[in-house]
């Protein structure tokens, strides 16, 4: 039986990456989707959008719903200041076998916990399993038709503190009409659109950044 992307990708980073090395990681996965094969990461484009946003925030915990091959996840935690956690949430055990070694590979594992699970399941028990209080950042990119009841999900677990920032992958492509709809009518939140495309192509897209009011 062949391989499949993610694990081509893996290989990609084993070969081209230096271990411990957060950032040759990102470039060999950047090189790899561009020359390679197409892939779902984030990308570096609106890659240098995420990481802004993560230093501007410096966040002391941080949440990421839908790991992949752990692309947006060696981004943000090559960023976080020291002490800090990030979490990502993944559901599919083959995704999460590769994005832990991707995680690994860039020496990242102190900083990150790869949890397996769907987001449904395991937002409900961050606070008593995870010691979690709130969460200064979440970054969305799992199911489009989940950013939405995920993010009412945090807010009925109190997983959000006045300040806490969304940023959501895709809100153009593929798109997420209802969560849009929902931060940018929402008294609640104070929302803003970073214009870019995605990733590895000229297609329009964006990352929306919105800032809860409590
Ligand atoms: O579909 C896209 N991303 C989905 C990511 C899914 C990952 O997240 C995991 N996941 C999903 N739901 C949950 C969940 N909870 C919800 C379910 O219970 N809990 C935990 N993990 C979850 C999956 O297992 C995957 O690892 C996308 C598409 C394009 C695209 C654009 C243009 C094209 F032409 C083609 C594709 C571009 C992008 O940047 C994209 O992010
Ligand atoms: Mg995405």
Same mark, same amino acid.
């Given at each position: 039986?062949?391989?499949?992307?993610?694990?081509?990708?893996?290989?990609?980073?084993?070969?081209?990456?230096?271990?411990?090395?957060?950032?040759?990681?990102? =470039?060999?996965?950047?090189?790899?989707?561009?020359?390679?094969?197409?892939?779902?990461?984030?990308?570096? /484009?609106?890659?240098?959008?995420?990481?802004?946003?993560?230093? %501007?925030?410096?966040?002391?915990?941080?949440? *990421?719903?839908?790991?992949?091959?752990?692309?947006? @996840?060696?981004?943000?935690?090559?960023?976080?200041?020291?002490? &800090?956690?990030?979490?990502?949430? %993944?559901?599919?055990? #083959?995704?999460?076998?590769?994005?832990?070694?991707?995680? #690994?590979?860039?020496?990242?594992?102190?900083?990150?916990?790869?949890?397996?699970?769907?987001?449904?399941?395991?937002?409900? +028990?961050?606070?008593?399993?995870?010691?979690? @209080?709130?969460?200064?950042?979440?970054?969305? #990119?799992?199911?489009?038709?989940?950013?939405?009841? #995920? @993010? +009412?999900?945090? %807010? *009925?677990?109190?997983?959000?503190? +006045?300040? =806490?920032?969304?940023?959501?992958?895709?809100?153009?492509? !593929?798109?997420?009409?209802?969560?849009? &709809?929902?931060?940018? =009518?929402? !008294?609640?939140? %104070?929302?803003?659109?970073?214009?870019?495309?995605? *990733?590895? @192509?000229?297609? *329009?897209?964006?990352? /929306?950044?919105?800032?809860?009011?409590?």
């Amino acid at each position: 039986t062949g391989s499949t992307r993610p694990q081509r990708l893996l290989k990609a980073v084993q070969k081209n990456a230096s271990r411990g090395d957060p950032q040759s990681v990102i =470039s060999a996965i950047d090189r790899f989707c561009h020359s390679s094969e197409w892939a779902m990461n984030v990308g570096d /484009e609106k890659g240098v959008i995420l990481d802004s946003v993560v230093c %501007e925030v410096s966040p002391g915990c941080a949440l *990421e719903l839908g790991t992949y091959c752990g692309y947006s @996840t060696v981004r943000i935690g090559r960023l976080l200041p020291p002490g &800090a956690k990030l979490i990502t949430l %993944e559901f599919n055990p #083959d995704y999460a076998k590769v994005a832990r070694q991707v995680i #690994d590979f860039a020496g990242l594992q102190e900083k990150v916990l790869l949890v397996e699970g769907p987001s449904g399941d395991l937002i409900p +028990k961050m606070k008593e399993q995870y010691g979690i @209080t709130t969460f200064d950042l979440v970054f969305l #990119d799992h199911w489009k038709d989940r950013y939405l009841p #995920d @993010t +009412k999900l945090l %807010e *009925e677990c109190g997983l959000l503190r +006045k300040g =806490s920032i969304l940023l959501a992958d895709n809100v153009i492509c !593929p798109g997420t009409p209802d969560y849009l &709809a929902y931060v940018r =009518s929402s !008294p609640r939140y %104070e929302s803003k659109y970073f214009k870019s495309h995605l *990733e590895y @192509t000229k297609v *329009e897209d964006g990352l /929306e950044k919105s800032i809860f009011l409590g």
